[in-house]
């Protein structure tokens, strides 16, 4: 596989080396280059009212079609990214086709739509990212309301003090704050109120959990959905892929959901035609056959 990565590229193996870490330093190498050859994109997955099935906003997901070594997925790559130092220059990058992105469509539809983008622990470790959250704002014309930025449970968790803080900064640029995958890790609630968060993005895994016979995990969903309401909280409801996700999540309270019940993640054009459909329309009925 190493032939793959052309004459240029220098990869020393030596035969103790195994296989995992023969194809994690091609990866390496690999994502080294792939801002600069165009090889990372930004997919758009929209996210709905869960009443009334309004688009209220996106979310950014990243994506990587690397001529070496295929589609790689996010989950594998930010990780690497964190590890060999390319994280704050990759969510450079995402935030300000993000923004842009987010601004044309402001100008095309009339319509604000949020923004999410996904922020890994390691970019909440240091100021870099306060300024670079600034100047994609400023760049892109984009108003600090309609970025959202998604924190994990865990990357909260990890410095929580340092955390806080740039939080608190970041917070002051007007922007909002969210954390992703909720149900996770091994925080309460209570415990995530220290960071001025605006919503929560309950995890896929409380669907999976969801059987309509039990009863018992039901009521767990909806009470924290009503412990985030009373905490302030704005709840989102992701990977909703089913008509039974979507039953349930109507008898609850939740107020978005997002998952490919609605739409997967779409490249940019594909992205615009949706939403120019749904606001053309008025509504997402018969775009996707998601009237379930
Ligand atoms: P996430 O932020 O929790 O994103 C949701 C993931 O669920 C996405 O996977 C999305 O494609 C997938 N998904 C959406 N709807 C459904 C559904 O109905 N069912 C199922 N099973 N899955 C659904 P993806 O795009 O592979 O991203 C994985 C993770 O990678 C993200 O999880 C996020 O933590 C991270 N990531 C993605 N883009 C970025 C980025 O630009 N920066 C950083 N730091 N992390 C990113
Ligand atoms: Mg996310
Ligand atoms: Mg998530
Ligand atoms: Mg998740």
Redesign the pocket.
């Known amino acids: 596989r190493a032939k793959a990565l052309g004459g240029n590229t220098f990869c020393f193996f030596t035969a103790e080396m195994g296989e995992a870490s023969r194809s994690r330093m091609l990866m390496q190498s690999a994502l080294r280059h792939a801002i600069a050859r165009n090889e990372l994109q930004v997919y758009y997955q929209p996210r709905v009212h869960l009443k009334t099935f309004e688009v209220t906003g996106v979310e950014a997901l990243l994506r990587w079609a690397s001529p070496e070594l295929g589609p790689v997925s996010p989950s594998e790559f930010i990780p690497l990214a964190e590890e060999i130092g390319l994280i704050d220059e990759i969510g450079d990058w995402v935030l300000r086709q993000a923004t842009m992105q987010a601004q044309q469509w402001n100008v095309l539809f009339d319509k604000p739509l949020k923004i999410s983008v996904n922020l890994s622990a390691r970019q909440i470790r240091t100021r870099k990212l306060l300024a670079s959250v600034a100047a994609a704002l400023q760049d892109s014309g984009l108003p600090a309301q309609q970025l959202e930025l998604e924190l994990t449970e865990s990357a909260l968790m990890e410095d929580a003090d340092v955390a806080a803080e740039l939080l608190a900064a970041l917070k002051a640029l007007g922007l909002r704050l969210s954390v ?2 909720f149900g ?1 890790g091994y925080s309460s609630l209570a415990y995530l109120c220290r960071f001025p968060l605006d919503s929560l ?1 309950l ?3 409380f669907l999976l959990q969801v059987q309509p016979d039990d009863i018992g995990r039901w009521k767990l969903a909806e009470a924290v959905i009503n412990l985030a309401h009373t905490l302030g909280l704005s709840v989102v409801a ?2 909703v892929e089913s008509a039974e996700h979507l039953a349930f999540l109507r008898t609850t309270s939740c107020d978005e959901i997002q998952g490919t019940c609605i739409s997967e993640p779409l490249p940019r054009h594909l992205a615009e035609k949706l939403l120019q459909g749904v606001f053309a329309s008025g509504s997402l009925s018969g775009i996707s056959g998601t009237t379930r």
């Open positions: 992703d995958d996770t993005k995890d896929r895994s992701e990977g």
